[in-house]
């Protein structure tokens, strides 16, 4: 099953994805410029391969549901996140908040 909602972090709106597969679920939540997913995500590929994209993103291992994802410190962030002020150990909504 897939679920997309808007969710609200003061004042400001972001859409949270799950996808639920086989023995994992797949998550994320974004805005227009970055977002933040599950230990799904391979920052090294972003910062390494797809550096030219400059991909605002972090992520957060071992989060099962979105609010476990919002409220997770990030394990690893990309180089434009960093860029932004977004570090490793920030929670995920506070990284969400640089984004806006």
């Known amino acids: 099953?897939?679920?997309?909602?808007p969710i609200e972090i003061e004042g400001n709106t972001f859409i949270a994805?799950?996808?639920e597969l086989?023995?994992?679920n797949l998550l994320t939540?974004?805005?227009?410029?970055g977002y933040i997913m599950c230990g799904a995500l391979d920052i090294g590929l972003l910062n390494e391969k797809l550096?030219?994209?400059?991909i605002i993103a972090g992520r957060a291992?071992?989060?099962?549901?979105i609010d476990q994802l919002l409220n997770a410190p990030l394990e690893?962030?990309?180089?434009?996140?960093?860029?932004?002020?977004?570090t490793t150990g920030m929670v995920g909504k506070d990284a969400l908040l640089r984004m806006v």
């Open 17 to 19: 994805v799950s996808v």
């Open 76 to 86: 690893s962030v990309t180089l434009e996140a960093i860029e932004m002020g977004i």
């Open 51 to 54: 550096k030219d994209r400059q």
């Open 1 to 5: 099953m897939i679920k997309v909602q």
């Open 22 to 24: 086989p023995k994992t």
């Open 61 to 65: 291992v071992g989060v099962k549901t």
């Open 29 to 33: 939540v974004s805005n227009d410029k």
